[in-house]
């Protein structure tokens, strides 16, 4: 019988049909790249746009938060100027929950009601404590200022958790014992009930952190010395990224610390590094907020 020989199926691809797949396939990687590429340099882009939105805005917050707290009038600004500002910042806030002694110049305060930022530091803070003398006169009530010696556990008159806080150096003349009845008719002296506040003398200010970023940093005043500068926020605008100006009751611009009545805060901040993106400028990201800042005791205007 004759056997009739068929031609196998031809198998596999041609060497121009292999080149011309490789090359369509570099033409739709390239373009993915190309894509993804264009999607990186937007969410980055995007990521500092909003890093130096959150930042400005955190600058302003928290800045704006102790400024308010000032009484300029009574010595809360230390010094200023128009990239720092070193001020007595409050820290805490409490009530007496016994007599005070003015032999030992020691006060002692309620747990529970006591609140603050921290819980009280003997190397740093100093309080005020709030003297109404005699509670038919207002014209004898005054604010004491003296720094923590120490603090220790104590009880209050009604056997309640409190804090007894030694304090030394106050000012006036009449050092603690301004603590005590003064001797004048109804003078009670600090009594149970009187309102304390605790403070820290901190320094705001604009600086470089030494990388050529510039920042909003803050350091503290303990045990006689200055602590290290802490960032707070940024990167901002270099030399001009934070600036103060400070008016008094007429809204003229002073430099005396006691006579300011409004403080203008302005921040500039800038992105990390250039960015480039369709609809924008190539370039750093800059964006900036104002705000005007009344301290307290001071009528609005």
């Known amino acids: 019988m004759r056997h009739v020989s068929r031609s196998p199926g031809r198998a596999g691809f041609t060497l121009v049909e292999l080149l011309i797949a490789i090359v369509i396939t570099g033409i739709v990687m390239a373009a993915m790249i190309r894509v993804l590429q264009g999607n990186q340099r937007f969410y980055t882009a995007q990521n500092q746009i909003l890093e130096i939105q959150q930042n400005i805005r955190a600058v302003a917050q928290i ?146 952190d030494g990388t050529g970023a510039w920042y909003l940093g803050v350091r503290s005043y303990a045990s006689g010395a200055w602590s290290a500068t802490s960032p707070v926020a940024g990167p901002l605008l270099p030399n001009t990224g934070m600036s103060l100006q400070f008016q008094d009751a007429s809204g003229t611009t002073t430099t005396t610390t006691t006579a300011v009545r409004r403080i203008l805060l302005t921040i500039r901040g800038r992105s990390r590094a250039p960015i480039n993106i369709p609809g924008r400028r190539p370039g750093y990201f800059q964006d900036s907020l104002a705000t005007r800042i009344t301290p307290r005791n001071n009528a609005r205007y």
């Open 63 to 208: 800045l704006a938060g102790e400024l308010r707290e000032l009484d300029a009038s009574d010595g809360d600004i230390i010094a200023m100027s128009d990239t720092a500002i070193q001020i007595k910042a409050m820290r805490g806030f409490s009530v007496t929950c016994a007599p005070a002694n003015a032999t030992t110049g020691q006060v002692t305060i309620r747990n529970s009601q006591t609140f603050g930022f921290r819980a009280m530091d003997a190397t740093r803070d100093s309080v005020l404590v709030f003297r109404e003398g005699n509670v038919q006169q207002s014209s004898d009530d005054r604010w004491l200022r003296a720094p923590i010696a120490a603090s220790a556990a104590a009880s209050c008159t009604d056997g309640s958790a409190g804090t007894v806080l030694t304090l030394t150096g106050m000012a006036g003349t009449g050092g603690v014992g301004q603590l005590g009845p003064s001797g004048a008719s109804g003078d009670q002296g600090v009594t149970v009930g009187s309102p304390v506040r605790t403070f820290e003398v901190v320094n705001y200010r604009l600086y470089d």
